[in-house]
T-cell receptor, first 113, second 115 residues
């Protein structure tokens, strides 16, 4: 099946710093999403971005589908940004893969005041 | 988008017992998905549930251990049967909504501890 690798696995920042999280995937995808899992376990949708660039406030994301990677940018980080960031993809083969997300291992972000 | 609720939010269960988790979505959806997140790990798909048909299980998951019901287009249940401590996980349901492509939304999860 498709492989999803996220880097770095852990990231520690001071409040106000910027960061870039990376997601590499091994095959074509129909869907790519970024999630933030808060300390209570809730998965919060950040971006649905199978290709192109999107921005939402201090966060932005870019997916280069032809090169099989996606980047999540966090600017001016805040302590509330702490948590785990997951990249998840739906393989592009369709058929029996329809709707099935494969998750990366996540990046644990800690933002200190 | 979609609003999804799950019950219970958490539970502590004894080894050998079973727990049924409910997932309710605020709109009709064709497919619902069940995921497991073991402690400190990523999410893994358990099965896909379509209304009116049997669930489709991923490799490593079987119907006898994780029976699923899908009685209508807004509701599904996952049962964790004959539990062992290794079943201690967060169980999450999700749905795919076609607002902008096929974005998936997740419920708040059920945190299960088996003693």
């Amino acid at each position: 099946g498709i492989q999803v690798e996220q880097s770095p696995p852990d990231l520690i920042l001071q409040e106000g710093a910027n960061s870039t999280l990376r997601c590499n995937f091994s095959d074509s995808v129909n869907n790519l999403q970024w999630f933030h899992q808060n300390p209570w376990g809730q998965l919060i949708n950040l971006f649905y971005i199978p290709s192109g660039t999107k921005q939402n406030g201090r966060l932005s994301a870019t997916t280069v589908a032809t090169e099989r990677y996606s980047l999540l940018y966090i600017s001016s980080s805040q302590t509330t940004d702490s948590g785990v960031y997951f990249c998840a993809v739906e393989p592009g083969a369709g058929g029996t893969s329809y709707g099935k997300l494969t998750f990366g291992q996540g990046t644990i972000l800690t933002v200190h005041p | 988008s979609a609003v999804i609720s799950q019950k219970p939010s958490r539970d502590i269960c004894q080894r050998g017992t079973s727990l049924t988790i409910q997932c309710q979505v605020d709109s009709q959806v064709t497919m619902m998905f069940w995921y497991r997140q073991q402690p400190g790990q990523s999410l893994t798909l358990i099965a896909t549930a379509n209304q009116g048909s049997e669930a489709t299980y991923e490799s490593g998951f079987v119907i006898d251990k994780f029976p699923i019901s899908r009685p209508n287009l807004t509701f599904s249940t996952l049962t964790v049967s004959n539990m062992s401590p290794e079943d201690s996980s967060i169980y999450l349901c999700s749905v795919e909504v076609g607002d902008q492509g096929y974005e998936q939304y997740f419920g708040p999860g059920t945190r299960l501890t088996v003693t």
